[in-house]
């Protein structure tokens, strides 16, 4: 608002996360509906506070959903909705709508156009028949008929991407890789410390360990032995994209084509920024961030009788806690990607993360704080 001189007249907003958690995670069905639906309705009230922060004249949600046209994959449009991790645009709409109900929202297909002097919405009259609140039948026979006019490029991709052979020395390739990226972050390496193991499928493949930090990478390809505090399995003909440069993890990730499990069930931000990044500038650009934050950035907050001084920004990555902190169950939640911080300790309770700063203060030490039990936003002093 400060840089456009006001509220903007359209904000269009992202609504749902670009994630392969916990879709391709080997979870129980009840506790995959509830790790989805957790992260589903985090992503909403992010979106929602900041709406309402921000007073747009027009607020354009979108959310996908992600239309999965391969075969291999044509499944996961079951997933769509609610429990699942991936809304459309009617579900984010209604959500809105519900929560703020004075604040003009609308979503668009393509084709469609908003005047923003006027504010009018033209519809293009290909969607005419389409609604997004169709049955599960027919959305399933919608992306069935898009993917058979995709076919062509769906086939393209499988074809650019053949099964490697069996000596086509595609462990070796991966051995270096790996090796290589131990090169280019020792911070990174030092917050990751696990044994990640890669299951791959195909006459190239086998069962490989990664031991990914704290001081080095060293990759076994006769692995297996003994328990692994991650494991990916995945198909060789994706995983030799990756390897060869072809693609990037992120993409690999993002594609779905893989499974997962990890144990304890933490996330480790670092392991993933070191795969998706793979790049010496980006990785220094995180580190320098990070370590510029100064610990002395505080705000009070009054927590079960007590003041606390915490620290200001969300250690994972430098989110304001005083706009994107809640305080729930004697946690400090940050709505920015989720992260939860125990209030006691400062300790993250739920991913790999550097804790966030907290100690307890005089009471007679305050001036503004925030009740825990409203789940209302954190205060600064």
Same mark, same amino acid.
């Given at each position: 608002m400060t840089e456009v001189g006001g509220p903007p007249s359209l904000m269009a907003v992202q609504?749902? %996360? #670009?994630?392969?958690?916990?879709?391709?995670?080997?979870?129980?069905?009840?506790a995959l509906a509830e790790v989805s639906e957790r992260k589903r309705l985090a992503k909403f009230r992010a979106v929602t506070?900041?709406?309402?922060?921000v007073k747009p004249t027009l607020v354009l949600p979108y959310a996908g959903p992600p239309c999965f046209l391969d075969p291999a994959l044509f499944e996961l449009n079951a997933r769509l909705h609610g429990p699942g991790i991936f809304p459309d645009q009617?579900?984010?709409?209604a959500w809105l709508r519900e929560r703020l109900p004075h604040q003009r929202s609308a979503y668009l297909l393509p084709g469609d156009a908003v005047r923003l %002097? #006027?504010?009018g919405i033209?519809?293009?009259?290909?969607?005419?028949?389409?609604d997004l609140d169709d049955t599960v039948e027919e959305r399933r026979r919608y992306l069935q008929a898009y993917a058979e006019r995709r076919r062509a490029a769906i086939d393209a991709v499988w074809a650019a991407n053949p099964a490697p052979a069996a000596d086509s020395g595609l462990g070796e390739a991966f051995r270096a890789h790996l090796e290589s990226l131990a090169t280019l972050s020792s911070y990174f390496l030092a917050r990751i410390g696990l044994l990640v193991r890669f299951r791959v499928l195909g006459a190239a493949g086998g069962t490989w360990d990664a031991h990914l930090g704290p001081d080095s990478v060293r990759v076994d390809l006769d692995g297996g032995q003994g328990p692994a505090d991650y494991e990916i399995t995945v198909d060789a003909r994706w995983l030799a994209g990756v390897v060869s440069g072809r693609t990037r993890w992120e993409e690999l990730l993002l594609s779905l084509r893989i499974s997962a499990r990890r144990e304890p069930d933490i996330y480790n931000d670092y392991l993933v920024g070191l795969l998706k990044h793979a790049d010496l500038a980006a990785l220094r650009a995180v580190e320098a961030f990070e370590a510029a934050r100064d610990p002395k950035d505080t705000f009070l907050l009054e927590h079960d009788g007590r003041m606390l001084e915490v620290g200001r920004y969300c250690p994972?990555?430098?989110e304001d806690l005083t706009e994107t902190g809640v305080v729930m169950d004697g946690r400090m939640h940050c709505l920015g990607h989720n992260f939860e911080f125990d209030l006691a300790t400062g300790e993250c309770r739920n991913a790999r993360c550097d804790p966030l700063p907290v100690r307890e203060v005089d009471p007679s030490y305050s001036c503004m704080s925030a009740s825990p039990t409203t789940n209302s936003p954190v205060s600064t002093t």
């Amino acid at each position: 608002m400060t840089e456009v001189g006001g509220p903007p007249s359209l904000m269009a907003v992202q609504m749902s %996360g #670009a994630s392969w958690h916990p879709v391709c995670y080997d979870y129980p069905p009840d506790a995959l509906a509830e790790v989805s639906e957790r992260k589903r309705l985090a992503k909403f009230r992010a979106v929602t506070r900041l709406v309402r922060s921000v007073k747009p004249t027009l607020v354009l949600p979108y959310a996908g959903p992600p239309c999965f046209l391969d075969p291999a994959l044509f499944e996961l449009n079951a997933r769509l909705h609610g429990p699942g991790i991936f809304p459309d645009q009617h579900e984010a709409l209604a959500w809105l709508r519900e929560r703020l109900p004075h604040q003009r929202s609308a979503y668009l297909l393509p084709g469609d156009a908003v005047r923003l %002097g #006027a504010g009018g919405i033209r519809r293009d009259p290909y969607w005419s028949s389409f609604d997004l609140d169709d049955t599960v039948e027919e959305r399933r026979r919608y992306l069935q008929a898009y993917a058979e006019r995709r076919r062509a490029a769906i086939d393209a991709v499988w074809a650019a991407n053949p099964a490697p052979a069996a000596d086509s020395g595609l462990g070796e390739a991966f051995r270096a890789h790996l090796e290589s990226l131990a090169t280019l972050s020792s911070y990174f390496l030092a917050r990751i410390g696990l044994l990640v193991r890669f299951r791959v499928l195909g006459a190239a493949g086998g069962t490989w360990d990664a031991h990914l930090g704290p001081d080095s990478v060293r990759v076994d390809l006769d692995g297996g032995q003994g328990p692994a505090d991650y494991e990916i399995t995945v198909d060789a003909r994706w995983l030799a994209g990756v390897v060869s440069g072809r693609t990037r993890w992120e993409e690999l990730l993002l594609s779905l084509r893989i499974s997962a499990r990890r144990e304890p069930d933490i996330y480790n931000d670092y392991l993933v920024g070191l795969l998706k990044h793979a790049d010496l500038a980006a990785l220094r650009a995180v580190e320098a961030f990070e370590a510029a934050r100064d610990p002395k950035d505080t705000f009070l907050l009054e927590h079960d009788g007590r003041m606390l001084e915490v620290g200001r920004y969300c250690p994972h990555n430098g989110e304001d806690l005083t706009e994107t902190g809640v305080v729930m169950d004697g946690r400090m939640h940050c709505l920015g990607h989720n992260f939860e911080f125990d209030l006691a300790t400062g300790e993250c309770r739920n991913a790999r993360c550097d804790p966030l700063p907290v100690r307890e203060v005089d009471p007679s030490y305050s001036c503004m704080s925030a009740s825990p039990t409203t789940n209302s936003p954190v205060s600064t002093t």
